[in-house]
């Protein structure tokens, strides 16, 4: 088979297109993704799970008629589910858990044509933006090993960055698939609340405030993979207002002059390093190139109740995720969860009905101080991160001290959390680097519902400030 050596020049609606047009086969593309993964992951430990069967019988014949086909992807080993294969979450207490069913994403994206040929790492149950799991071991960011990749769709991230392939499924339930995308250089949208489905098995993931989508080295790959997933399954509570047109069309449109707000933090309480307030200002000078009014205005949030909210959901979430396991039908035995999954869920234990929906009503009432703050403002800018991604380790599910492990983990990333309460929708863009060139981002949040200004502004800074040519030095070659 002929070796497709431009196979990293391209990202997934690239690799879609060459494929439709006969310019390589979907078989090529396969193998170069696979050949890329069998060099790069052993450093990385990006891809716990491979399906290299899977992925070629997926592109041997005829294609699926969808948008994507061809295309290699990751699933992540967490919420999304492949038939037959492990859902393990990252935990020993889930590792014989194998689902009969494909998850309703996982069956869209099959039908866009996308072709899954792996499973990635993630922390222990989601439940950190690290991806240090005991049960296979940290995941290195190919960037510098020595750190973190950022979490819990770490292992996707990763994959991506090292040129695996061009994009990878994700989830975020606090920032964890713009978290890992800041860590890695990459493109990281959590879509508005009801955007995707859960469906077959749930109706919400931790009462609403996560989000299933990807990684990517593109804007464009962002709005073609929600193109294929988004929408309403039969028996879903509740949808997101569907697009007034596809979210491809909206990647290049002018999107006009906007009233861009920004914060550092400020009066909401969060904090950010200096490498992030740098590159913010260097963000913020180029959309006033652009034509835009950007003025400083904190959203109406306070960072400490943000985070509380969700350590009352995540607590109780923890406790209802370990109490549904298909068949153990016990709590962990010593040693079964790592110590702060035990920790967490022990205070869910304690978590009254009333608890969890004055949490949800108070990061409801915060859903209504944001859609008054966009009033005024179109998009808010934010810093990506609150430092730069520290070494693996410090955040370390292993503490004993639950309380000073999730301090750790909302310092690192203060600004995400929020968004996930809100249930707007957000996207990390890697628009700078330090003077050793690692990536630094930025944090752009629409109106709920409004993916669509976020692609046409975010395709207009990629363009600006382009990023995908960057890539990790020391790649292993093909």
Known sequence: MTAFDEFEDYDAVGLATLIREGAVTAAEVMEAAIARCEARNPALNAVVLELYDHGRAAVAGDLPDGPLAG????????????????????????????????????????????????????????????????????????WDDAVTPGGSSGGAASAVAARILPAAHASDGFGSIRVPASCCGLVGMKPTRGRNSFSPGLGERMGGIVAEHTVSISVRDHAAILDATAGPAPGDPYFAPPPARPFLDEVGVDPGKLRVGFSYGGATGARTDGEHTRVLDETLSVLEGLGHDVVEADPPIDNGEMQEIFRTLMASNAAQTIRLHPTKGRLPEPGEVENVVAATAEMGERVTGYDVFL????????????????????????????????????????????????????????FTVWFNLTGQPAISLPVG??????????????????????????????????????????????
């Open 433 to 478: 680097t330090t003077d050793e060139g690692f990536p630094v981002s930025v944090q752009a949040v629409g109106r709920f519902a409004d993916e669509a200004t976020l692609f046409r502004l975010s395709a207009q800074l990629e363009t600006a400030m382009p990023w995908r040519d960057r890539k990790p030095a020391g790649l292993p070659a093909v």
């Open 71 to 142: 295309v290699p992807y990751l699933i992540k080993d967490l919420g999304a589910t492949l038939a037959g294969t492990p859902t393990t979450g990252g935990s020993k207490f889930m590792a014989d858990v194998v689902p009969d069913a494909d998850s309703e994403t996982v069956t869209r994206l099959k039908a866009a044509g996308m072709a899954i040929f792996g499973k990635t790492n993630t922390c222990e149950f989601g439940m950190s933006i690290t991806c240090e799991p005991q049960l296979y071991g940290p995941t290195r960011n190919p």
């Open 359 to 414: 949490a949800q009503g108070r990061m409801h009432q915060a859903g209504r101080r944001m859609a008054a703050f966009h009033e005024d403002y179109d998009v808010l800018l934010t810093p990506g991160l609150g430092h730069m991604p520290p070494k693996l380790g410090w955040i370390d599910m292993m503490m004993d001290d639950a309380d000073e492990y999730w301090d750790r983990v909302a310092a690192f990333s203060p």
